[in-house]
């Protein structure tokens, strides 16, 4: 069982870590011998740390970075850099620690010792890029630990992942939006491991390639003076090598940086928050949003519940928000801030906005056209543009009245948290992608803190980064590792452009209006045309064989907000993986959504399977939603069985996504026990088909 490194006077988890912010005008002078200072000794132009459990050297000419760990081995961290720095200038001693620059490139770079972590920081005077640190050339390193939606681990051999049908070698995400924690980690052989961690994920991207049928990373850093990333930031943590470190790690980090959100404190700041505890939750469609389809929920049993529905014109009344909060559940409509068009018959409601919002508002790019909005209509409407107008007009406050006038308590504002950050050229209203991502945390927070609408709101958001954690009690979508083939899934577009006639309609589209196929209509394998099952089949493969699964997000972030899948991956959405849903559900302490219509021929199903998940889910969740999760190891070689453990001991989870039974527990199945009671089991198959 590996298990999260508990806070100490001395770390457990040892850490080498580079940060933010170094002085300018960095003037190198000679240095004559080894020179001790901060701890830290200059020796044959190499800098050596100590740190927790061994010592750094950093080698300035080519930022290549060892370990010697304090039991004898040493430990590659990175490689040299991709990109050459150039020829650095004289290592000197600053007052924390080491400094020294590459004159050729015009970058500074510094490290230096803070309560066991090493900081290193590299500066650009000017826009360029750099390739580093680069990642997983250990010949120890037994597997990648990496954070595409709630987490994954991968045998750095594997090979399905170093193939093309994973399509990831070969790829590079942006850090910012396509990842959902800024970190990365390798395990490397029994013990250890290190961890990656960049703060100034803003312009840093992860590469991935394949050497010798090995997966290797490479990160990349642009630096931009216009978009003020000019700073580049990495964090290096030698770890126990569990598969959840590098969260462990990042938790940490967040904690130490004050930048940790407390589940526990939001639900004393606003009681209604409390109402996710235990609950599943579902978007609503026709009936199920009305006073009769939730007095059924509740004749099932279903004790919590979050309750979503579609900006259209037929939103729950007062009425049905005022039976939803008496059956116990949360309200919230769906809202976006993000879009701008021009008002016609298939406008959403939340697209059109009043005066001359749109088009003055639109983001503009760098050759001055308007940044094409969802599904290429209208524009992104600028988070700048908004908070400058926004203490006059009100547009924002007013939009968010209008729509809990009926009473909801809840909000799900689309988009804001999911890291798609931009940069205005407009001159009537400039951002960078920072300004961008502070205005969005400024608009969610007076949502959540009542200024914006006299009334604090229980706030969720989709997909969300780690970076919006403290403003959200919950969100939908950084539950799922999204692989990139699931837009052809769902849009039908595997070979043609989103503007021709879809190839593949096996997902469904946006009719019946009152059940659309895109959320209602079950999809397997086997509906999509033959020669896109392959594709089909291996996405699934790379988003939900728990053989890969880890809990990153959960181990970084549970108890500070409740995460959730995708929206659009309803339970009922993939019938053939609604088992192995159900049990990741349970071991990770997570909610299940759904969707919900009276008009759906499968409702009275939906509303069973619903009922009988959420009795099972909601005394763990309402027991330990609100706490750390502390442990999480494999215990099959495997990986087929798999457990976790929240706060301490509050909740144990055993599951076995297997075939055959493990130590009484059969395949197929989960065991939760909270604190001083007894196992309790659940087999998802005998309640959902």
Partial sequence: MARPARRS???TLLVLAV????????????????THAAGVRIHAGRVELPVAGGTATIDPTTLAIDARTDDGRTLRVSDPAADAPGRPGHVTMSGRGARWSYPGRGLNAEAHVEQGRLLVTITSDRDGTLAWPVTGTDKTASALQLPRGEGLSL??????????????????????????????GYTLGAGRGISYLSPTDIGTSLAYASQGGRLRTTAKHAFSGGNATRDYTVAFSLTDGSPVAPAVDYRHWLA??????????????????????????????????????????NSLGVSRLWLGYDA???????????????????????????NGRDKGPDTPPNSVWPDNVYPSFCVRRADGTPQPGFH?????????????????????????????????????????????????????????????????????????????????????????????????????????????????????????????????????????????????????????????????????????????????????????LINVERWELSFGKLPDQKVTRALLAMLY?????????????????????????????????????????????W???????????????????????????????????????????????????????
Wanted: charged share 20%; glycine share 10%.
């Fill in 155 to 184: 045998p750095v051999a594997d090979t399905f992942w170093n193939s093309t049908r994973a399509q990831l070698v070969g790829s590079e995400e942006d850090m910012a939006s396509q990842l959902t924690l800024p970190v990365w």
């Fill in 312 to 338: 259209d014109d037929s939103p729950m009344t007062t009425a049905d928000v005022t039976a939803a909060q008496k059956a116990g559940y949360l309200v919230g409509p769906y809202d976006s801030f993000a």
């Fill in 376 to 560: 290429k209509q209208g524009c992104y409407l600028s988070s700048q543009a908004f908070e400058q107008a926004e203490p006059q007009r009100h547009y924002l406050a007013d939009r968010t009245r209008s729509l809990i006038a009926n009473g909801a308590a809840s909000y799900f504002l689309d988009v804001d948290a999911a890291g798609e950050l931009f940069r205005d050229h407009d001159a009537a209203h400039p951002m960078t992608m920072a300004r961008d991502r502070a205005n969005r945390l400024a608009r969610m927070r007076r949502l959540t803190d009542g200024t914006a609408q006299q009334a604090p709101l229980v706030l969720g958001s989709e997909a969300a980064g780690s970076w919006a954690n403290q403003v959200l009690a919950f969100d939908h979508g950084s539950g799922t590792p999204a692989d990139g083939r699931l837009w052809p899934m769902e849009t039908g577009h595997f070979d043609s452009a989103q503007d021709q006639p879809k190839d593949d309609p096996a997902w469904g589209g946006y009719t019946p209006a009152a059940a659309p196929d895109t959320f209602f209509k079950p999809v397997r394998v086997g509906d999509f045309k033959p020669e896109h099952r392959a594709a089909v089949a291996d996405a699934l493969k790379a988003m939900y064989d728990p053989a890969y699964r880890v809990p990153l997000y959960e181990t970084a972030l549970h108890g500070s």
């Fill in 19 to 34: 940060a933010t912010a170094l002085a300018a005008g960095l003037t190198p002078a000679a240095t004559a011998g080894p």
């Fill in 635 to 689: 215990l099959t070689a495997d990986r087929t069985v798999q457990r976790t453990v929240f706060g301490d001991g509050a909740l144990t989870v055993t599951a076995n996504f297997g075939g055959t039974a493990h130590d009484g527990l059969p395949g197929g199945c989960v065991d939760a026990t909270l604190k001083g009671g007894k196992p309790q089991r659940l087999c998802p198959a005998k309640v959902v088909s």
């Fill in 9 to 11: 006077g001395r770390r």
């Fill in 589 to 633: 302490n997570t909610p299940l959504n759904f969707v919900l219509s009276d008009k759906d021929k499968r409702y009275d199903q939906n509303l069973r399977e619903l009922a009988a998940l959420q009795k099972y889910f909601a005394p763990l969740h309402q027991a330990a939603g609100a706490e750390e999760l502390t442990s999480f190891g």
């Fill in 256 to 297: 130490d940086h004050g930048e940790l959100g407390s589940l526990s404190e939001k639900i004393r700041k606003n009681p209604e928050t409390g109402r996710l505890l235990g609950a599943f939750h579902a978007y609503t469609w026709g009936g199920s949003r009305k006073t009769a389809g939730i007095e059924k929920l």
